[in-house]
């Protein structure tokens, strides 16, 4: 029986906004206005996709890429789906390196589904590949209370997909992985539950994320948060 959730934050319980894909298009947009959302939408899933890999690639061999060869690694992606000069794909580099205005904001329907999962005796906690700062902003939008446990992956050294973070929550949660249960956005939050021999629930981003044959389908897919109160 499930009597824990665990929760990503980016794009599951908070969004940055604007968004990486509405930055990307407010970019582009200025030299090619023909240029549609939705291609930059389908560049992001590809590029989430590399990323995951890649991420999951530096965890089995120890050895993590360079800022400036993970975010090249990045451009390569969006250059399959988006026309891209040497400019564009300069400005682009800093929107990717998150060197720009932005803010947080709740998904909708957070504490109203948080509450919910609480009146029916879950235990909640955090499992994010995340910097320690974003402590500060599940504090200062009052989300900290509801959790028993939040792992940041930059403090603790490991990062999704490797299963041992889930296990490390679940440690100090005291609750074994196979009752407990993780909601994520990236295809990787799914492959990183099912390795740690823990269901998933996949809220995906946009329409165009796939789901890579090695991470299995996930055990129930959402499109809402509120959906969430349905699964148990």
Known sequence: MISCVLFDLDNTLLLKKPSLPEKVWEV????H????????????????????RQIQKENETGVRASDEE???????????FLPLDDSLSGQLFSVFSRNYAMEYQLMPHVKETLDDLKRKGLRLGIVSNNRPQVKQTLLD????????????????????PDPKILELACRELGVPCENSIYVGDHPFDVLCAHQAHMPAVWFPPNPFFEMPEKAGEPEYEIHSLEELCSVF
Request: glycine share 8%.
């Open 33 to 52: 206005p023909e240029v549609p959302m939705e291609a930059v939408e389908r560049a992001y899933a590809a590029s989430e996709l590399w990323q995951g």
């Open 28 to 31: 582009v947009s200025c030299v």
């Open 141 to 160: 939008f009052g989300l900290t209370p509801y959790f028993e446990s939040i792992v940041i992956s930059e403090e603790v050294g490991l990062y999704k």
């Open 70 to 80: 993970y975010f090249a690694g990045v451009l390569s992606t969006y250059r399959r």
